[in-house]
Each structure stands twice: as structure tokens, then as C-alpha cells.
């Protein structure tokens, strides 16, 4: 099997919000921040930065060499983003152009090699643009292996692929706050009950964020049935850090819909701050086959009790004429 020249760039970003609190690492390095001189009780897992327009912010990332032989290792700044689906939280890769964080981080070495179970402390400068936005800038400081370590399958060729770990950044410019939550296309889809059973189904629905604040929004989904009896619902609704002006579709799946059942899906999402929207849609569902079966039965009972009503009916009798008397 040949192998692709080019060389695929992987990054591997920070733990979502809500697992459990570690630095970023694949198990061979780790990249978090350079714990202050006075350490607090908590170590500091992301960076959360705070400058005005037109001024620069400093700090230092640590890279922790965890194997047993000396890595050498790419530094840069890469503006982060949300997938289009399950609101996974990304860096772009080196060759992608910055626009935020990607753009105005200035890693103090391109590269720096790390000996084996050591580790280094790289400074880097963030420079805040005189015409930034306010609000939330989020990104990371990626730290990526000189040479290839690994190869993976790619449409039946073997690709060779770069690893890399970041340790997020969260920088807020100065100037007017505002949150904002919204709530779009939600859809509900569901089996054809072709006999009178129950049938399953699922849900899809959009969360954007409007406003100019990251926020990891509480998502609740209810699914209710005819009469308001509760559908099952499968999994839990996922944790996400939803980036300013974000845009990800959600979704998930449910069973014990009856087979003939209006279905409301609802979903609300919340986050601090007073912020919430809500947004809903019902789909209704019919066995057409059960429901063909009934209306023919009600038919031929229809035809069957009319006839029978017309077999019991007494007839009047034809009077005969009276005989005539012939003198």
C-alpha cells in the first residue's frame, strides 16, 4: 500500500466542558498553562485572559514531554470553532489563516524540544487589535510533533499523521457584553406504524449562539405524546461550549410512540445569566394501514346492520280485490 506524501495535521483539543478536570494531554505530552509562582488551590486549566483593544496580554504554556525519548514540538496560536454537528469543540490546523487568537498570538519559539519525562515553559503574546470586537475570543496554543508519529487509513491509503494537544484560551475584550441564546429548526421524524404498535423516532434542532460570550448552555429535550403522555427518550443531551456566533445541529432519538399519536418535541436551552430560548414542533402520526382496516370495518358494519334492518321489515300485504257478485 503506498503512502501519501502529504501529512495530515490532527489536533486533539482540550477536555469539553463538563468532563473531568485535567490538563490536555494524548498520553505522551501535555500542554497547560505554566502554574503561577503562588499556585492557588485549583490548578489553572484553561487560559482566561483579559485585555482592552490596542494592548497586549502575556503568559507562558507549559509542554510536558511525558514519553521516554526527547520530542521536539511546533508552537502556534489557532482560533478554535464548534462542528457543525454535536457542537464538538475544535483548533484549526496551522496552514488555516487566523482571524482571532490563530492571528494575534505570537508564541515566544516556533519550536522547542522537550527531554524525555521533562518539561518546558514557552511565553507567548497575545496583541488585541485597536478594532476588535468586545466580548469573548477563543482559541488555543497548540503544540504539535515535529515528525509524524502515527499513521491512519484514509480512503484505503495510508496517511501519515501529525498529533497535537492544546491548551485552550479564553480572552475577553473589553466593552459591552451580550449574551444570547437561539433556538432553530427543530424537527421531528418518526417510523410508519403499519400495525397497531408503537414506533420510534428522533429529533433534530440548531442552537445558535447570537450574542458575543461563549456559553456552555443547559439543553433540555421533552418528548410528549397525545394527551401528554411521555415519550422515551434515549441518552443525555450533551455538554457543549457554543463559541460566539456558533451554529450547531443537535439531536437525539425516541420510542413508544403510539400508532396514532400527535408528537410535540420541545427543547429549551438555558445558560447564567438569564439567558433561555425555546422552540418546539408537532408532527402528527396516523397507521394508515390500521386506519384503512377500521374504516373498512365500519363500512361493512354499516352495509351489514342496513341490510339486516331491511331483511326484518315487515312488508305490507297486497290487499286482493273483493269478488264480484254476478245476479
Do not use: C
Not at 490548578?43 to 482592552?52: H, K, N, V
Not at 464548534?82 to 496552514?95: A, E, H, K, M
Not at 449574551?179 to 403499519?194: A, I, Q, S
Amino acid at each position: 500500500m503506498r503512502s501519501l506524501t502529504s501529512v495530515l495535521a490532527v489536533v486533539l483539543a482540550v477536555a469539553l466542558v463538563g468532563a473531568p478536570a485535567h490538563a490536555a494531554d494524548n498520553g505522551e505530552w501535555s500542554v497547560n498553562p505554566t502554574p503561577p509562582a503562588q499556585p492557588g488551590p485549583a490548578p489553572r486549566l484553561y487560559f482566561f485572559l483579559e485585555s482592552p483593544p490596542g494592548t497586549s496580554v502575556q503568559d507562558s504554556v507549559r509542554v510536558t514531554n511525558l514519553a521516554d525519548q526527547p520530542r521536539t514540538f511546533r508552537l502556534y496560536g489557532a482560533d478554535a470553532y464548534n462542528t457543525p454537528r454535536d457542537g464538538g469543540f475544535g483548533l484549526r490546523t496551522q496552514d488555516a489563516a487566523g482571524v482571532d487568537i490563530g492571528a494575534w498570538t505570537q508564541v515566544g519559539a516556533a519550536t522547542v524540544t522537550v527531554p524525555a519525562k521533562s518539561q518546558a515553559d514557552v511565553p507567548f503574546v497575545i496583541t488585541v487589535p485597536t478594532n476588535a470586537t468586545p466580548g469573548d475570543h477563543v482559541g488555543g496554543v497548540v503544540a504539535m510533533e515535529e515528525q509524524p508519529g502515527a499513521t491512519t487509513k484514509q480512503n484505503g491509503v495510508d496517511v501519515t499523521v501529525r498529533r497535537a494537544v492544546a491548551a485552550r484560551v479564553y480572552l475577553r475584550v473589553s466593552g459591552p457584553t451580550v449574551p444570547g441564546l437561539r433556538v432553530d429548526h427543530v424537527t421531528t421524524k418518526h417510523g410508519t406504524p403499519w400495525l397497531p404498535s408503537t414506533v420510534d423516532g428522533s429529533y433534530t434542532y440548531d442552537v445558535v449562539n447570537t450574542g458575543n460570550l461563549h456559553l456552555p448552555p443547559k439543553l433540555e429535550v421533552r418528548v410528549t405524546g397525545l394527551f401528554g403522555h411521555r415519550i422515551a427518550q434515549h441518552g443525555s443531551a450533551p455538554q457543549i461550549d457554543l463559541l460566539p456566533g456558533a451554529r450547531t445541529r443537535l439531536g437525539g432519538t425516541f420510542s413508544g410512540v403510539w400508532p396514532f399519536d400527535v408528537v410535540t418535541t420541545s427543547v429549551t436551552v438555558t445558560a447564567d445569566g438569564g439567558v433561555s430560548a425555546r422552540s418546539q414542533d408537532t408532527t402528527v402520526v396516523v397507521s394508515w394501514p390500521t386506519l384503512a382496516v377500521v374504516v373498512a370495518g365500519l363500512v361493512l358494519l354499516v352495509w351489514y346492520r342496513r341490510r339486516r334492518a331491511a331483511a326484518v321489515t315487515a312488508k305490507p300485504r297486497r290487499r286482493l280485490p273483493e269478488p264480484v257478485t254476478v245476479r
